[in-house]
């Protein structure tokens, strides 16, 4: 074992006990260290250069030593023994025991992450060993062994050669569900070859095996991709589609996946220890053994665990985000949550006992945001009248399973909180009111035309005014947050009466909702349409808009169109409607919480690509109203009919009327914390500006990887060392790093008492994975009423131009206010995430679009493109087949 590796001595153990594997042999590791030796010359001392650049170097030189003389013809031979001349085979690589340990060892499954090449020709054979070699000191396979504490530059690599077996489909099953430790035999399978199912190339089946029972549970997909065979002439594997006589069917029936299941619960057997196998599957039937590892991270941690989700977060903070975005994100929930326990009535003694707890509620994870749910539990938990909404809050949260917390308020004591929990609720809409007021007018006082510009300011007085609204927000901004709770409950009330007098859901309620007065996101799209109408009312700045950027790129054509409104070519109106647009509001865009990520305040030519889409598409504000109120009156007429009792509809009428004034002070408040973080970003972006003048960063939006304390720090002298340029380089590098991360679950927890990174190494998944419903209909929850057809336009990254939404029903994780250009585009709205008064839901009532919330799986199950039908009112989304729909 000292010379082949874990792995095939592993293979070779079950080859002699009579498994199924395809016939192999190896290039021990001595043959790698004689390799390395004759290069010694050519490479510098180990011990002149960094560790991870001695490692590139002898990378480098090894893919380069490619075997020759006797090796070579030895190598040859025995591949035309194993495969014959023409055949093929499987080269992989595996780090031998040593200091630091195994590649697929028990101990550490994955310890080499070294490579491997399938369908390798005679031809190429030699140069496959050399890259294996070469392996042992790639960049993942250094940074891996550093933070395992072993010597990178002391790993030694034994090469295997397997016939390559012409598999038409593939699995990887384990012994134990990864996901929870479970003695449950789970079965990923794929058409074509393993490496679709491993690298995620294939759309993939998974079944679900009980080892006493023997039964089946199958979750199916629509596959449309798979791994195969490299063209000819060419190599590596390639990613082709899978037939159509194939993409519905399981890819494999109930009885091969128990037989593939008893396959590997024979190799557990046979090592004594859970074990994940990979295998493919010839057309005669018959199943090869290709692989076996002990399984990783089989040993469960029984000790205490952190919760961690994102659910809906990445409505504000979607993807990687940098230093300046997390730390300002940190403030608002520290001050903001703080200042509405104390409205709430939590006594002061008891915020200090949490303060701790209030200055986590949201951490950074692989550069992503993330709420830390134990502590908003525990911190919420505080409050007698959260047990009221508490099921709403979990839902809306994303919490379920073992996340939930095991202490609950009793009854009794949350009915003796009630009189006082009432008495702040009837001041609610007084104080909603001075909190408006109250921000109207800072506006007002930056952004007034008469008042002095914020690029007329001297750093100092920008920081005073930065320190000054945020000092504020710490007494004023619980107001907003006190709203969500009063919400939740006059939901919880109207939500069940709805359904004890009318019959009815949320499919009713949400048609309910519409009407009222227009709250402030609303405002803000209509004034976007009542733009792009006056554009199109003028014929050379219609053009404009709806011409192509031809050999200009799309920024560029947009800052030209724009350049010309300023300028007034187009007519002092629309240039004058433009700059009232942007004052107002500026601070809207995609990502307008995230501070990395500018907005037509720093970038007016943006709001020429918001206009864009809706001048192609027609749109008229009169149009947008009467969708609304076509929306409510049938809904209104619908609960007429369905609650013949007049004094039960006063009471659903009173109800409604004050859930719609919730929903109305919900969407005025977020827009507030949009402009409350655009003024943040115009003021440390300026701040980073004077740093680059200076000298202090390389470039202005370097201020994007330094905290908010850091930048006013410079200036303020407290900022403890100096050397801002590095700090920021290092930052980002890592920034760069994180978006190569896979994303992380929804929900998942970590153990207790760890710094946070080494824990993440151990995460758990928590909550059931998205089941399918059969066929390719996906189910969510209703929130606009209304059917419509059209290809699905999935949006992983927004910041895609809303012509190309145009038409399409956009499919997203989650959205947030700045997705309402693609939103105003699209034809219908269809998210992972949400609940009937998330913003998808609100603004797809407003728009009058068919839109379905809490869709489980909706981007990994609707291909881009792919045509589908959305029932707004029953929250059904159904993948159609293409030739049906032609």
């Not at 998944?765 to 336009?793: E, I, Q």
């Amino acid at each position: 074992m000292g010379e082949i590796g874990h792995k095939f001595a592993r293979l070779e153990a079950l080859r002699a006990a009579g498994f199924p594997v395809p016939g192999f042999f190896c290039l021990p590791a001595d043959e790698f260290d004689r390799a390395l030796a004759s290069l010694r010359d050519a490479l510098p001392p180990a011990a002149s250069l960094p560790v991870a650049d001695w490692c590139a170097s002898a990378a480098s030189a090894l893919s380069g030593a490619v075997p020759s003389g006797d090796l070579a013809g030895g190598l040859l031979e025995a591949f035309d023994a194993l495969a014959g001349p023409g055949g093929t085979a499987a080269v992989r690589a595996c780090v031998v025991p040593g200091e630091g340990g195994g590649e697929d060892s028990e101990d550490d499954p994955f310890a080499g992450m070294s490579d491997s090449f399938l369908y390798v020709p005679r031809a190429g054979l030699l140069a496959a060993v050399a890259r294996c070699w070469a392996s042992a000191f790639k960049p993942e396979a250094v940074r891996y062994r550093i933070l395992k504490g072993a010597d990178p530059a002391g790993a030694r690599v034994a090469v295997g050669i397997q016939r390559m077996v012409p598999g038409t489909r593939s699995f990887v099953a384990f012994t134990r569900d990864p996901r929870d430790g479970a003695r449950r035999h789970v079965v990923a399978a794929a058409h074509g070859i393993g490496e679709g199912v491993v690298q995620e190339k294939a759309d993939v089946d998974h079944f679900f095996v009980d080892p006493e029972t023997g039964g089946v549970r199958a979750e199916i997909v629509l596959k449309r991709r798979m791994a195969g065979p490299p063209a000819p002439g060419e190599s590596g594997t390639r990613v082709v589609a899978v037939p159509d006589g194939l993409r519905r069917a399981p890819v494999l029936t109930d009885p091969e996946a128990r037989d593939v299941a008893d396959l590997a619960a024979r190799v557990e057997e046979h090592f004594g220890r859970p074990q994940d196998i990979e295998g493919t599957i010839t057309p005669d039937g018959t199943v090869h053994l290709v692989q076996a590892r002990p399984l990783a991270g089989e040993a469960r941690d029984t000790g205490p665990r952190v919760y961690w989700g994102n659910h809906n977060i990445t409505e504000s903070f979607p993807g990687v985000s940098g230093a300046l975005t997390y730390s300002q994100a940190r403030t608002f929930y520290e001050l903001a949550f703080t200042d509405l326990y104390r409205r709430m009535g939590v006594p002061a003694r008891r915020l200090r006992a949490n303060a701790h707890r209030t200055g986590r509620m949201v951490g950074l994870l692989d550069g992503r945001v993330h709420y830390r749910l134990d502590d908003w539990q525990e911190l919420h938990g505080r409050l007698p009248a959260f047990e009221l909404v508490r099921a709403g809050w979990e839902e809306a949260m994303g919490v379920t399973g073992e996340a939930r917390a095991a202490r609950r308020w009793p009854r009794a004591r949350v009915a003796a909180a009630l009189p006082a929990t009432a008495w702040r609720a009837a001041g609610h809409r007084r104080a909603t009111a001075r909190f408006l007021r109250w921000w109207d007018g800072l506006m007002a006082e930056v952004y007034d035309p008469a008042a002095r510009p914020l690029a007329g300011r001297s750093p100092d007085e920008l920081i005073a005014l930065y320190r000054r609204v945020w000092a504020e927000v710490s007494v004023r901004w619980g107001v907003t947050l006190a709203n969500g709770i009063y919400g939740l409950l006059v939901l919880r009330a109207g939500t069940a009466l709805l359904r004890r007098w009318a019959g009815a859901g949320p499919d009713l309620l949400a048609g309910l909702l519409c009407g009222g007065r227009e709250n402030r996101s609303l405002a803000a799209a209509r004034a976007a349409v009542a733009l792009a109408e006056r554009a199109a009312g003028i014929p050379d700045l219609k053009d404009a808009l709806l011409a192509g950027p031809g050999g200009r790129t799309e920024e560029e054509h947009l800052r030209a169109v724009w350049d010309d409104i300023a300028a007034g070519r187009h007519g002092s109106g629309i240039a004058a409607a433009a700059r009232a647009y942007l004052r107002r509001y500026g601070d809207r865009a995609l990502h307008d919480l995230k501070l990395d990520e500018p907005t037509p305040r720093q970038r007016p030519w943006m709001l020429a690509g918001t206009i864009a889409p809706l001048v192609r598409r027609g749109a008229t504000v009169a149009g947008g109203r009467a969708d609304e109120a076509r929306a409510a009156a049938q809904a209104r007429r619908r609960l007429r009919e369905a609650c013949r009792n007049p004094a039960k509809r006063a009471v659903l009428d009173a109800l409604l009327s004050l859930m719609r004034w919730f929903v109305r002070a919900r969407e005025d408040t977020r827009f507030c914390r949009t402009q409350l973080f655009g003024l943040s970003r115009e003021v440390l972006w300026r701040l980073g500006a004077e740093l680059a003048a200076a000298g202090a960063l390389d470039d202005p939006r370097d201020v994007l990887d330094l905290t908010a304390d850091e930048v006013t720090g410079a200036f303020d002298g407290t900022l403890p060392g100096s050397d801002l340029r590095g700090l920021a380089a290092v930052r980002r590098a890592e920034r760069l790093r994180h978006l190569d991360v896979p994303l992380p679950p929804a929900l998942f927890s970590v153990p207790a008492g760890r710094p946070v990174a080494a824990a993440l190494a151990h995460a758990r998944p928590v909550g059931p994975r998205p089941a399918a419903d059969g066929g390719d209909v996906l189910r969510g929850l209703g929130s606009s009423g209304g059917t419509v057809r059209g290809r699905a336009k999935v949006v992983l990254d927004p910041g895609i131009a809303p012509a190309g939404c145009a038409g399409r029903i956009l499919v997203a994780r989650e959205t947030d206010p700045g997705w309402l250009s693609l939103m105003i585009a699209a034809s219908g709205l269809v998210v992972e995430r949400g609940t009937l008064l998330s913003h998808t839901a609100v603004t797809g009532r407003l728009l009058g679009v068919p839109t379905a919330v809490a869709v489980g799986g909706a981007v990994a199950r609707i291909p881009d493109g792919a045509w589908i039908e959305l029932d707004g009112r029953a929250g059904t989304v159904r993948v159609m087949d293409e030739r049906a729909t032609r």
